[in-house]
């Protein structure tokens, strides 16, 4: 009897894991890239409790998402339609649809600055092989959906190998411990704080993974319970796995750059940068896992802008179309010369002022009885949710008025 009931439970929990795998890309972005690596470049390691703490956060938000698409059997937008008003729909509808336009920035640029790098391909042109190689990758998912997420796992592996492979070239990591500890050196430290925050919490992802998990809605109690503990290992693992990569980002950049007086301006700096420090291994790996980055976060991009305007307007349009229309800001960076590392920056801080306008509406869904039925959350998650969402709310406001004031 044992023998027949656990390997039950296993497949039966294959079954669900795989959609967490799809959002973690969006943790490392090439927005990631360049907010975690000028921070540990320029700060070294003060910053690796913003990284660790965001990722847990993300594991905290993300079940949150994928539970409501499990016991409701809709995703994130589809119910925000439904249960709030017209006009506040279409506001949210609209600050979604900005946040896609910064993720799609971030990653574009990110993948144009890898294939230079590697290659020697000018940023414009690029880019639109990203957008060639991306779209391809996203055919994939509405028809092979197991297919799509093996890709961009395979995709994460990349950057995880890289990554490993220039912290073994390290060596001891003395006093990155002390990093631990909460606390900041001035308004820029804060700046690289928030676009770290919006670089590890993903606005677009919170409404997507409540869209990967919904197709594993079932009306039985006992379904729901191994859907949902499936789920948590599957968040546990894949964003475990993407905040490693994320400190490892961190903790690169602090090793090689913080004291060494090397160029750290730019990707293109650390890439060079590396090169000198570590050896030409570990530039290649960077640029690699640059690549893979931004290919797989963009194809992740503009499945979560689908989600989005399907679930808030009920339409749906060529997915070449929305690529079209979320990667012009990024080509229009490119073409002007617009320094990339700073406009990934920026585009982080960007996607951290969106968290609140996807995490508000999530926790006040999963809170009531009526949308989720006995799995709505009690008091102590409602007041954690509400108290992330209103740090990150103080943290952006803080950012606004300190850079308004100069």
């Known amino acids: 009897m044992v023998g027949i009931t656990v390997p039950a439970r296993i497949r039966s929990a294959a079954v669900v894991m795989g959609p967490a795998f799809v959002v973690a890309v969006a943790y490392v972005d090439p927005g ?8 540990g470049a320029t700060h070294g390691y003060l910053l690796l409790w913003v990284i660790v703490s965001a990722s847990a956060l993300a594991m905290f938000i993300q079940y949150q998402s994928a539970k409501l698409g499990i016991v409701t059997g809709r995703n994130l937008p589809e119910l925000c339609r439904e249960h709030y008003p017209r006009p506040v729909t279409k506001a949210l509808w609209v600050q979604a649809e900005l946040v896609a336009m910064a993720t799609d920035l971030a990653e574009f640029v990110g993948a144009a600055v890898a294939l230079n790098l590697l290659f020697g391909v000018p940023l414009l042109p690029a880019a639109l092989i990203t957008a060639v ?3 391809g990758i996203l055919a994939l998912a509405p028809l092979r959906r197991r297919r799509f997420e093996s890709v961009i796992i395979g995709l994460l592996a990349v950057v995880l190998g890289g990554f490993l492979y220039q912290t073994l070239h390290l060596g001891p990591l003395t006093g990155a411990a002390a990093g631990l500890v909460p606390g900041f050196a001035g308004v820029d430290s804060v700046l690289l704080a928030t676009g770290m925050l919006g670089a590890t919490v993903m606005p677009h992802v919170i409404y997507l993974h409540s869209a990967l998990t919904q197709r594993h809605h079932s009306p039985s109690p006992d379904r729901q319970r191994g859907a949902l503990r499936a789920s948590r290992t599957d ?3 894949a964003l475990g796995i993407a905040g490693m990569v994320n400190v490892s980002m961190l903790v690169v950049a602090a090793g090689a750059f913080h004291q060494a007086g090397a160029p750290r301006e730019s990707l293109e700096d650390m890439h060079s940068g590396l090169g000198q420090l570590l050896g030409p291994g570990a530039a290649l790996a960077f640029a690699l896992a640059l690549l893979a980055s931004g290919l797989a976060a963009s194809s992740v991009g503009t499945y979560s802008g689908q989600v989005i305007m399907e679930g808030y307007l009920r339409r749906r349009i060529p997915l070449w179309l929305r690529r079209a229309v979320t990667m012009a800001p990024a080509l229009a960076v490119l073409s002007f010369g617009v320094d990339p590392t700073k406009a990934l920056v920026l585009s982080q801080v960007v ?4 968290i609140p306008f996807a995490l508000v509406p999530l926790v006040l869904l999963t809170r009531r009885k009526d949308v989720m ?5 009690r008091r102590g998650v409602t007041a954690a949710g509400a108290a992330a969402a209103l740090v990150i709310s103080a943290l952006n406001l803080f950012l606004l008025v300190r850079t308004v004031t100069g």
């Open 32 to 39: 990631n890239f360049a907010t975690n690596m000028a921070g």
């Open 133 to 135: 190689v991306s779209f």
């Open 235 to 237: 968040i546990v693992v």
């Open 351 to 354: 996607l951290s002022f969106g």
């Open 373 to 377: 039925g006995a799995a709505a959350n």
